[in-house]
């Protein structure tokens, strides 16, 4: 398994689970960057390389991944082997993922919404999912002691459901556009793909009314959207932060 990448040895707050490079970008690069403006420690895992994508190399994706990441502010970023476009929950990909969790111990997973266009999106909900569970289980060695997340939320902005909680993004929107164009093996205007891209041009416009859309749902300017399984605990009614009318 690739080494992981880190700036020193400290663990990780925040730690968000994607299948490809440029997905956490896409949906809660401004999550983690309001978390690292908080002082958290935050960290992405990409399964894969990215080596089926019509666009680019894996090289070529690792190389924009890094300029992403100082873009982030995350402080790790590892891409595991499994296969692009063929990703399964095997015990096997599991361990995978329990070895990164071990390493980093985040007390926060951000995974991708269980329901997605893309089958390597949905399975890595389930896969994640499972992994932190496992990764809490003394039984199961890895050399590490065992540690489980004590959240897991999913990033559900390309889902069609109402958000559990909205993450305000504005004070971040343009550092976070700039983490998601580092990729320009991806979205600068080119021929592979042409039919299947957003045209440069327009990735802006769409990105940012996105989070429009959401940050109108919870009275700021820009949003994130993510669902959370658990009920919500409140301690103080007066403390509520959106406005009924």
Not at 10 to 31: K, M, N, S, Y
């Amino acid at each position: 398994m690739p080494a992981i990448e880190e700036v020193d040895g400290q663990h990780a707050d925040v730690l968000a689970i994607a299948a490809h490079r440029d997905d956490v970008e896409q949906t809660c690069g401004g999550a983690l960057l309001r978390m690292a403006a908080r002082g958290l420690r935050t960290a992405i895992l990409d399964l894969t390389q990215g080596e089926a994508g019509t666009r680019g190399t894996a090289e070529q994706r690792a190389r924009e991944a890094g300029e992403a990441a100082r873009l982030l502010g995350v402080s790790r970023r590892e891409a595991l082997d499994l296969p692009d476009g063929a990703i399964e929950n095997t015990l096997e990909n599991r361990i995978k993922v329990v070895r990164a969790l071990r390493a980093m111990r985040p007390r926060v997973v951000i995974l991708p919404y269980w329901q997605a266009r893309h089958p390597d999106h949905a399975i890595v909900a389930s896969l994640g999912y499972d992994a932190c569970f496992l990764s809490g289980l003394a039984k199961v060695e890895t050399g590490s002691l065992p540690h489980r997340p004590f959240k897991v939320v999913y990033a559900s902005l390309y889902a069609d459901v109402r958000p559990s909680f909205v993450v305000d993004i504005t004070p971040f929107i343009e550092q976070r556009h700039a983490a998601l164009m580092a990729y320009k093996s991806q979205y600068a205007n080119q021929n592979a793909g042409r039919g299947l891209f957003v045209p440069e041009e327009e990735i802006r416009e769409r990105t940012f009314a996105e989070a429009r859309h959401y940050g109108l749902l919870a009275g700021v300017k820009y949003g994130e959207p993510f669902v959370q399984k658990e009920v919500g605990l409140v301690d103080d009614l007066t403390l509520l932060p959106v406005q009924t009318l």
